[in-house]
């Protein structure tokens, strides 16, 4: 159900599905004559100023790192939203002058942004990223919306939080969102800037492979399902609580192989997918014919069984297996207390 969130009220639980795909790994070089720099870079400041107003339509716009960056992929993490399109990325030393290929509206707030996928010359990322809201009007809009991120089963730093006015939902080629926040390290976001009054709604995008729009096949974009009140007597919406759940995460699976008559034979899992009956996974038990694995999301039906010949799959015809035991796993989900009983040679699964 939708509902209203408003300054001083209590604190929101939100259930948000993601799906995930795995992170990639950069290697990291040692600077010459010293340890390995393993320290991520920071944005430490900006022109305009974070939450500047009254910021000249054509006035310079720079970005100063704390460390020497890597300029293609750092130049590449930067843009502006609502978008505006950027003519040429300047260089000198550690700071980014950025030039606008038109000039900006007036009376609009702006979010200056770099995304995780900047790095510094050694390849180090910026984890989280950074943004610099500022507005073109007279004073800065005092509308905040704040609150904290947690992932099951996905990494949340550096998750973009799209804020959109009214109804509107995302044209996610156009970066058309009214308003930007960046979860940093801990998870913690702030979207600034907000007209006031308004009614806003927030969408959680994760960009895994870090080149800034929504890629379906790729990325994540979910609505939270909430509905952000701002007033003149309450600006701000805060505290709020979102858990991020990938839908793609693995469950873990526990229990017991129960077989009187193994004798000297080791106890085995066969988990078979009951939509690909290719989708085969089999795991050994411990010397007391336990086990605990992973599977992912999704239907199976288990069999546990006597490895005779100690090949690592079963065999049908020779090795006794229990009954077929159907099992549904979601994201995330631990299932424990599972007792698969070897009762005899058993049929094809």
């Known amino acids: 159900m939708r509902g209203s969130a408003r300054a001083g009220g209590p604190r929101g639980v939100v259930l948000l599905a993601l799906a995930m795909v795995a992170w990639g790994c950069a290697r990291r070089m040692p600077p010459s004559g010293g340890p390995p720099d393993v320290t991520a870079p920071k944005l430490i400041a900006s022109v305009p100023d974070s939450g500047a107003a009254?910021?000249?339509?054509?006035?310079?716009?720079?970005?100063?790192?704390?460390?020497?960056?890597?300029?293609?992929?750092?130049?590449?993490?930067?843009?502006?939203?609502?978008?505006?399109?950027?003519?040429?990325?300047?260089?000198?030393?550690?700071?980014?002058?950025?030039?606008?290929?038109?000039?900006?509206?007036?009376?609009?707030t702006y979010a200056l942004t770099v995304g995780g996928g900047a790095r510094d010359h050694h390849g180090n990322p910026m984890s989280s990223g950074a943004t610099v809201p500022f507005s073109t009007a007279d004073s800065f809009p005092p509308g905040v919306i704040a609150g904290h991120l947690q992932g099951r089963g996905v990494s949340v730093i550096g998750a973009y939080l799209w804020c959109y006015a009214g109804a509107r939902t995302p044209d996610s080629t156009a970066r058309d969102f009214d308003a930007l926040g960046l979860a940093d390290d801990y998870g913690d976001f702030r979207v600034l800037g907000l007209y006031v009054p308004g009614t806003y709604r927030l969408w959680a995008f994760i960009d895994l492979n870090r080149n800034?729009?929504?890629?379906?096949?790729?990325?994540?974009?979910?609505?939270?399902?909430?509905?952000?009140?701002?007033?003149?007597?309450?600006?701000?919406?805060?505290?709020?609580?979102?858990?991020?759940?990938?839908?793609?995460?693995?469950?873990?699976?526990?229990?017991?192989?129960?077989?009187?008559?193994?004798?000297?034979?080791?106890?085995?899992?066969?988990?078979?997918?009951?939509?690909?009956?290719?989708?085969?996974?089999?795991?050994?038990?411990?010397?007391?014919?336990?086990?605990?694995?992973?599977?992912?999301?999704?239907?199976?039906?288990?069999?546990?069984?006597?490895?005779?010949?100690g090949n690592g799959r079963w065999e049908q015809v020779t090795e006794p297996a229990s009954d077929a035991y159907p099992i549904e796993v979601n994201a995330t989900q631990e299932i424990t207390g599972v007792r698969l009983v070897v009762v005899g040679l058993a049929p094809k699964p």
């Open 212 to 309: 800034r729009s929504f890629e379906p096949a790729t990325d994540l974009l979910v609505p939270v399902d909430t509905t952000f009140v701002l007033t003149p007597a309450a600006p701000t919406a805060t505290g709020l609580e979102i858990t991020l759940t990938n839908p793609r995460a693995p469950g873990r699976v526990g229990g017991a192989v129960l077989d009187s008559l193994a004798g000297s034979a080791r106890s085995r899992i066969v988990a078979v997918s009951d939509v690909d009956e290719h989708n085969v996974v089999d795991v050994a038990c411990n010397n007391d014919r336990a086990f605990k694995f992973e599977l992912s999301p999704g239907k199976w039906r288990l069999r546990g069984y006597r490895d005779v010949n």
């Open 54 to 108: 009254r910021v000249g339509r054509r006035d310079p716009i720079g970005l100063t790192f704390s460390e020497p960056m890597e300029p293609r992929s750092t130049s590449d993490a930067v843009s502006i939203v609502p978008y505006v399109p950027i003519k040429q990325r300047r260089w000198s030393g550690r700071t980014l002058t950025v030039v606008l290929a038109e000039s900006l509206k007036a009376n609009q």
